[in-house]
């Protein structure tokens, strides 16, 4: 396990020597999630506070489907390398100029860029365009987003995390 404390799960050597299929990263503490809350100016909701709590992130399939969370550090050697994407940059930085106040950016999809975001005053989960807060897709709850992607990407694999075809999208139908 690295320093960092991710969990990192199947090794991928048709990825690259170091790839891992699955990397979760530990859960933050309440005083994590409110340093966030305060740098990005947005509350979160109880969902996202949970989910947090119990997982600070994570990256499927080497990256295909990703959700972000807290960088204790922006090394890019060693151990430090397992951490999340950040959620901070997306929500203040990159964030798109017709986002919705309301709206956390909280994971994003390598096919396209496309980003995952958060209502955070109905707890849907919207799939939107990269740059934008178009929508492309719609969930009820993190949880049911979280539950139906990870059983939609696991299709694009065999049983060696290897994708059947790289020309098929790993991202949801629009």
Known sequence: MPETGAHLIAKAPHRGPNAWLFALYPGLTDDNISQLESDIKIPFNEDYKI?????????????????????HNYKRTG??????????????????????????????????????????????????????????????????????????????FDEFGKEFDSDIPTIPSA
């Open 79 to 156: 151990d430090a390398i397992w951490q999340p994407y950040d959620i901070i940059t997306p929500n203040t930085i990159e964030r798109p100029k017709d986002t919705p106040p309301h709206y956390l950016y909280i994971g994003s999809y390598n096919w396209d860029g496309s980003s995952l975001c958060m209502d955070t005053k109905t707890n849907k989960v919207y799939r939107c365009k990269r740059w934008s807060a178009e929508i492309l897709n719609t969930w009820e709850n993190l949880k049911e987003m979280l539950t139906l992607e990870a059983e939609r990407i696991v299709k694009h």
């Open 51 to 71: 989910f947090l709590k119990q997982m600070n992130g994570f990256h499927f399939f080497v990256g295909v489907f990703s959700m972000n969370g807290f960088r």
